[in-house]
T-cell receptor, first 115, second 114 residues
Framework: ETGVTQSPTHLIKTRGQQVTLRCSSQ?????VSWYQQALGQGPQFIFQ???????GRGNFPPRFSGLQFPNYSSELNVNALELDDSALYLC??????????????FGPGTRLLVL | AQSVAQPEDQVNVAEGNPLTVKCTYS??????LFWYVQYPNRGLQFLLK??????LVKGSYGFEAEFNKSQTSFHLKKPSALVSDSALYFC????????????FGRGTQLTVWP
């Protein structure tokens, strides 16, 4: 196990609702990244937070937003849910954001189903 | 633009035989390459990475990967497959202007039959 935890494990929402997913980073890691994994696809980068600031964003609309807290835990918020938001949401923590060679350690994911 | 291709959706091998899962990449600048494995209803587990140095990288559970710069490839290998190796394998690359971001392939489903 990586020490990265996510909650909840599963979630069912209806279209138009809002959802908050939570992630607790591995001890000593100050960087968290969020990914969306649709069925049959590889994970797609949503955004990254480093020391409570957004540090890079993928091709996702503004209704996907995040927060990182002083203890380096993190939230992913999605507003106005759409059917295509149904996916496995993964968070990954790493020691720093720079250099590019640090390993990202993934949590077990939250599976979101939008009806 | 950074990208990863895993040309095989599925790889099937017999237990005890060697296995190879293929990956090619495209990145500006020096690549940082990673392999992850995903078991059903689980997150991604890190297997190994290439940063610099020796082109043959050894990782967890007996896996290794060979970096080939001229062919822009980073194939995952194991000399003797186990049934428990059956899982979904992802190759990922990091590089270019957004160093923190991993670009993943679509994944290769490995099945090892007894």
């Amino acid at each position: 196990e990586t020490g990265v935890t996510q909650s909840p494990t599963h979630l069912i929402k209806t279209r138009g609702q809002q959802v908050t997913l939570r992630c607790s980073s591995q001890s000593g890691h100050n960087t968290v990244s969020w990914y969306q994994q649709a069925l049959g696809q590889g994970p797609q980068f949503i955004f990254q937070y480093y020391r409570e600031e957004e540090n890079g964003r993928g091709n996702f609309p503004p209704r996907f937003s995040g927060l990182q807290f002083p203890n380096y835990s993190s939230e992913l918020n999605v507003n106005a849910l759409e059917l295509d938001d149904s996916a496995l949401y993964l968070c990954a923590s790493s020691p720093t954001s720079g250099g590019g060679h640090e390993t990202q350690y993934f949590g077990p994911g939250t599976r979101l189903l939008v009806l | 633009a950074q990208s990863v291709a895993q040309p095989e959706d599925q790889v099937n091998v017999a237990e005890g035989n060697p296995l190879t899962v293929k990956c090619t990449y495209s990145v500006s600048g020096n690549p940082y390459l990673f392999w992850y494995v995903q078991y059903p209803n689980r997150g991604l587990q890190f297997l190994l990475k290439y940063i610099t140095g020796d082109n043959l990288v050894k990782g967890s559970y007996g896996f290794e990967a060979e970096f080939n710069k001229s062919q822009t490839s980073f194939h995952l290998k194991k000399p003797s497959a186990l049934v428990s190796d059956s899982a979904l394998y992802f190759c990922a690359v990091r590089g270019g202007p957004t160093l923190g971001r991993l670009y993943f392939g679509r994944g290769t489903q490995l099945t090892v039959w007894p």
